[in-house]
């Protein structure tokens, strides 16, 4: 079953977030647009890759008011140790989930069958709490926050924009589509 047009399960979680350990629950989330980043755990080799990048777009994120909330079942003082000692991850502004008990990894349905880990998994959550976009990678695939921020905007241009929709490979500013009778066969 897809979890697309779901709302996001109740959750309570500790986080590594600015040098500090904060609780964070689904009622924090509500009200703007939310990356759930999912990834499978802490020093490891391509999660590192992964969170730089998603790091060098966390300000344009901000911009167009989306959160970003990280999330591998280490505990967050696995990812203060992380973030101490990882080039890449210290870059990391966003706030880094502990899931140690699974709970939110199993609420998105994303945990590895026997692992005990997270698959490597992007959500997208409209202010609403209901997901929007979901991206899933096997273990060995790391994504691409540019192609992430495309997606967010495009999102967020469909949300605001009700009966247009975005075509492949959509950029902000290009023209969209408006599904209808006209269209068929059309395009």
């Not at 697309?4 to 959750?11: K, Q, V």
């Not at 939310?34 to 730089?52: H, K, N, S």
């Not at 591998?72 to 080039?87: I, L, N, P, R, Y």
Request: charged share 20%; with cysteine.
């Amino acid at each position: 079953m897809s979890l697309i047009n779901t709302e996001i399960l109740p959750f309570k979680a500790q986080a590594f977030h600015n040098g500090e350990f904060v609780e964070v629950t689904e009622k924090d989330v509500l009200g703007k647009w939310a990356i759930f980043f999912f990834y499978p755990g802490d020093f490891t080799f391509v999660c590192p890759t992964e969170l730089g990048d998603l790091a060098d777009y966390y300000p344009q994120l901000q911009e167009l008011g989306v959160e970003v909330y990280s999330v591998s079942t280490d505990s967050h003082f696995v990812h203060k140790a992380w973030h101490g000692e990882s080039e890449h991850v210290s870059k990391v502004n966003y706030y880094m989930l502990g899931d140690s008990n699974g709970e939110i990894t199993n609420n998105f349905q994303n945990m590895r069958p026997g692992a005990g880990q997270a698959d490597r998994a992007t959500f997208l959550i409209d202010p609403e709490g209901v997901i929007q976009y979901i991206e899933q990678t096997a273990e060995g695939i790391g994504r691409s926050a540019e192609e992430l921020l495309r997606k967010v905007k495009a999102a967020q241009y469909v949300a605001a924009h009700p009966g247009e929709v975005c075509p492949a490979k959509w950029e902000e500013g290009e023209d969209t589509l408006t599904p209808g009778i006209d269209l068929v066969g059309k395009i």
